[in-house]
């Protein structure tokens, strides 16, 4: 197998995990984050945090994010999956009528991706503030879990349903549009350490002059660096590592491996596999 193959081969697996995890798990995202919610109204009355399956799955999800990088985000949110799919759809119609969709510049599209800290903040802020009822048929996330089921948000959900469209042509604009600007469990794994041996290092004084196919191809617009304590935007897709014409983007800094191995994505998969059906069954 050449290397083009072993890339498409790898593409392709991803591709099929996302679907799977799509199919099967797609609630892993709003369970997550229902964990943070959780939390912070039942300090806000003064109640006992206990263990519940929202908890649970927040914990297994920062948790693996902590050992394995945002493997996650990269391959299993539903989410992530559905922002994926709606840019691929957007790139097809754009080859197809020879038109490209405007966006800002990668610099700009750094700094737009704190909004999502502001999110996350006005959301806690919410919570805290016991306001949740106030907004409620504003999330676009309880919009897209009903489409998803079935049903169709009704009026009281007009705030959700915009906000739900908006985000969708963001992500026909932009790759990883939500991801990067707006994921409130984005931003929280993005500030979560990673481990070294997970995280992603590139020896930029081993790179072909002026290259910079990896960055390019990055979905989040993100720089990787050498010893870098977490992986911060990185959502371990390993599109730069298929992308490197001289395989200079490491796993760790031993050298050893890549990251993009069919066996390392694997074995990641069926680990989160058992930590998420643990976590249920808790
Ligand atoms: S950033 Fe948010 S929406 Fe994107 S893949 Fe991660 S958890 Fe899902
Ligand atoms: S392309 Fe590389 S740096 Fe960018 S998100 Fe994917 S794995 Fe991380
Ligand atoms: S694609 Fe490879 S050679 Fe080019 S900048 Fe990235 S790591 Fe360096």
């Known amino acids: 197998m050449n290397l083009r193959q072993k890339r498409d081969l790898r593409r392709l697996t991803r591709q ?35 263990q519940n399956a929202f908890l649970v799955m927040l914990i297994a999800l920062c948790g693996f994010t902590i050992l394995f990088g945002r493997f996650f985000c990269g391959y299993a949110c539903a989410f992530g999956t559905l922002g994926d799919g709606m840019y691929a759809l957007s790139q097809w119609i754009q ?16 700094k737009l991706q704190k909004m999502k800290y502001i999110v ?15 907004f409620h048929g504003t999330s676009p996330w309880e919009v897209f879990s009903m489409l998803y089921t079935g049903k169709i948000p009704d009026a009281a959900y007009l705030a959700g349903w915009i906000i739900f469209v908006l985000i969708l042509v963001g992500m026909c ?3 990883r549009f939500f991801c990067q600007y707006l994921c409130p469990m984005g931003a929280i794994f993005a500030w979560l350490p990673t481990l070294p041996f997970s995280v992603l290092d590139r020896d ?38 298929d992308v490197c014409p001289k395989q200079n983007i490491h796993l760790g800094s031993g050298k050893k491996l890549k990251g993009n191995e069919i066996f390392i994505i694997l074995l990641k998969l069926v680990l989160f596999i058992g930590v998420c059906i643990f976590a249920q069954s808790l």
């Not at 996302?18 to 797609?26: T, V």
């Not at 709003?30 to 919610?37: D, E, K």
């Not at 969709?101 to 990668?106: A, G, Q, R, T, Y």
């Not at 002059?209 to 897709?237: F, L, S, T």
Request: glycine share 6%; hydrophobic share 40%.
């Open 16 to 50: 099929i995990i996302q679907i799977i995890f799509f199919l099967w798990m797609p609630a892993l995202y709003t369970s997550a984050f229902s964990g943070v919610r959780y939390v912070i109204e039942q300090i806000r009355a003064g109640k006992p945090i206990e």
């Open 95 to 110: 080859k197809k009528v020879k038109k490209k969709l405007p966006w800002v510049s990668e610099e700009t599209g750094r």
């Open 120 to 134: 996350l903040l006005v959301l806690m802020l919410i919570y805290v503030l016991g306001f949740t009822k106030k």
């Open 173 to 175: 604009f932009k790759e």
């Open 204 to 241: 930029r004084s081993n790179c072909i002059p002026k290259c910079r196919a990896c960055e390019i191809k990055c979905p989040v617009d993100y720089q990787i660096k050498r010893d870098q304590k977490n992986g911060g935007e990185c959502i371990h897709c390993m599109q730069c590592v």
